[in-house]
């Protein structure tokens, strides 16, 4: 249980990724705050952790609100300990080009994937730090590599998770605080429901070499190793979990 004693929170815990993540730092030990803006989906997973024999808490949080993050913090502090793992997961993913998008859209993209990570960060860091260290766990995804057709918002906003995380990286290190990025690909989760079989299928024989689909349980892995010591080493890296994707220009 390489998690063990440890504290987490995790940001869009209710579902896709974020559930996954919960669950796998669960098992490996950890105390888990399952924070998400629908307190119903965070409430699921947290019973569904405690019913496995885990400790677990759920917290509805709108992480672009500067409020909502501090009383998560606070009460992840409260109820189960300092933090040691945060893992932002939290994020929409709003197609069109910046000609088709209103600002309201724009700005809530940047404010749910990228101020959140901020936001969060800026609250949970010096609870860590009076810790002993810790480990900051943000998802960006490949598109914040390169971008791409009609995700203008998504792509800028995913950029600045991976440049924020490598910021952490290098601004807190002697404090023991570890932070990378993880970029998966396409992933089977309810951010991408709408996207219809058909084309799904159609991209991922086009772009991705490996065959099948990424689960959310795939990136919670990747998680999973990354929070815990046997990557004390290992910060202000971008890990693409993909199938491929980024191996080449064109699959």
């Given at each position: 249980?390489?998690l063990?004693?440890?504290v987490?929170?995790v940001?869009?815990g209710?579902?896709?990724?974020?559930?996954?993540?919960?669950?796998?730092f669960?098992r490996?030990?950890?105390?888990v705050?399952?924070a998400?803006?629908?307190?119903?989906?965070?409430?699921?997973?947290?019973?569904?952790?405690?019913?496995?024999?885990?400790?677990?808490?759920?917290?509805?949080?709108?992480?672009?609100?500067?409020?909502?993050?501090?009383?998560?913090?606070d009460?992840?502090?409260?109820?189960?300990?300092?933090?040691?793992?945060?893992?932002?997961?939290a994020?929409i993913?709003?197609?069109?080009?910046?000609t088709d998008?209103?600002?309201?859209?724009?700005?809530?993209c940047?404010?749910?994937?990228?101020?959140?990570?901020?936001?969060?960060?800026?609250?949970?860091?010096?609870l860590?730090i009076?810790?002993?260290?810790?480990?900051i766990?943000?998802?960006?995804?490949?598109?914040?590599?390169?971008?791409?057709r009609?995700?203008?918002?998504y792509?800028v906003?995913k950029?600045?998770?991976i440049?924020?995380?490598?910021?952490i990286?290098?601004?807190?290190?002697?404090?023991?605080i570890?932070?990378?990025a993880?970029?998966?690909?396409?992933?089977d989760?309810?951010?991408?429901?709408?996207?219809?079989?058909?084309?799904r299928d159609?991209?991922?024989?086009?772009?991705?070499?490996?065959?099948?689909?990424?689960?959310?349980?795939?990136?919670?892995?990747?998680?999973?190793?990354?929070?815990s010591?046997?990557?004390?080493?290992?910060t202000?890296?971008?890990?693409?979990?993909?199938?491929?994707?980024q191996?080449?220009?064109?699959?």
């Open positions: 249980m390489k063990r004693d440890k987490a929170i940001t869009g209710g579902s896709g990724i974020g559930a996954a993540s919960c669950y796998a669960a490996e030990g950890a105390s705050a399952v998400n803006r629908t307190l119903a989906k965070a409430e699921a997973v947290a019973r569904e952790i405690e019913s496995e024999g885990g400790r677990a808490i759920a917290i509805g949080a709108d992480v672009a609100l500067s409020a909502d993050v501090r009383t998560m913090v009460r992840t502090a409260s109820e189960l300990g300092p933090p040691n793992i945060v893992f932002n997961n994020g993913s709003p197609a069109g080009r910046i998008i209103s600002e309201a859209e724009w700005d809530a940047l404010d749910i994937d990228l101020k959140s990570v901020f936001l969060t960060a800026k609250a949970a860091l010096p860590m009076e810790a002993g260290g810790g480990v766990l943000n998802t960006a995804g490949t598109f914040g590599i390169r971008a791409a009609n995700k203008a918002a792509s906003a950029a600045g998770v440049n924020l995380s490598r910021s990286a290098l601004d807190y290190a002697r404090d023991n570890r932070c990378n993880i970029c998966p690909g396409y992933v989760t309810p951010l991408n429901e709408g996207f219809p079989p058909s084309e159609a991209f991922l024989e086009q772009y991705q070499p490996l065959p099948g689909m990424i689960g959310a349980e795939d990136v919670a892995e990747m998680a999973a190793y990354l929070a010591d046997a990557a004390r080493m290992i202000g890296q971008v890990f693409v979990l993909d199938g491929g994707q191996a080449g220009l064109y699959a």
